[in-house]
């Protein structure tokens, strides 16, 4: 499991249709990441279609960054699609503690078994039920705290959990790795976490979960890297941050994957 840029490779053959029903802040972002990337996203989330795009979408997304109620009952009928279908779908649980709200929609969506759950740690921490620091959207607690809970929460169900931050934890409950990669400079560019959700989504197509989330971890992080090689400040990386996601190739992540099991 060392050839993360094959993962990447793979992903491109694809060139998967994902879905993704995410927030307002992160529509824009997420949609060119992913086109960067090599990926076809569409945002689709009106409870009259979301279902049914559900059926033949190759992966779904689902974001819980800018809640409603209608969005809830689109979100969840996609998700027991993607569920009964056999079709990935990755959760974004945003600021999942912050309100009973967004606590009762994640243990919600988590009844609908998602293939991974991509937080940061604060996110990660909240899902299980656990106090949580997080400020908001943002992280207000370390990496290495939320590995138990990350453990626990890919245990109870099922799934693979990548908690983000600046050196990244993904498990499936029994394996573990850390991704080193990353700048600083990524937590300063709103949705970059919920774009990397996407990328995730795009990777798992046809691939094993926790390989192709660690390899997507460790490309998005190493597009980071270069993207800050050429920034003058937020705005300048966020725009070569999406030049850096298109040009890196599959040799650059074998070469640059910082990843270690533990
Ligand atoms: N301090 C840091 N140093 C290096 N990389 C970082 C740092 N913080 C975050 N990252 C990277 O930024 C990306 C997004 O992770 P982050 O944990 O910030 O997501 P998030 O909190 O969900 O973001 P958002 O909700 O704003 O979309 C990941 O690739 C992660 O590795
Ligand atoms: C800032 C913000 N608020 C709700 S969603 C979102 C995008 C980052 O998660
Ligand atoms: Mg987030």
Redo the contacts with the bound molecule.
Sequence with gaps: MTNWGKNLATMRAHAPLVQNITNYV?MNVMANAMLASGASPAMVHAEEEAAEFASFTQALTINI?TLSPAWVRAMTAAAQVANTVGTPWVL?P?AAGATAFRRETSAQLLTCKPTVIR??AS?IIALTGEAAKGKG???ADTVSAAENAARILAQQTGAVVAV???I?FVTNGTEAFR?A????L??QV???????TGVVGAFVVGQDPLEATVAA?AY??LA?EHAAKVAQGPGSFAMGFIDALHAITPEDVNNGAKVVAT
């Design positions: 992160a960054g974004d945003v937080g940061n996110e959207a943002d992280a983000t931050g600046p990244d991704i990669n990353g700048h600083a990524m937590p709103t949705a970059l976490g919920c774009a990397l971890l998005y992080g980071g």
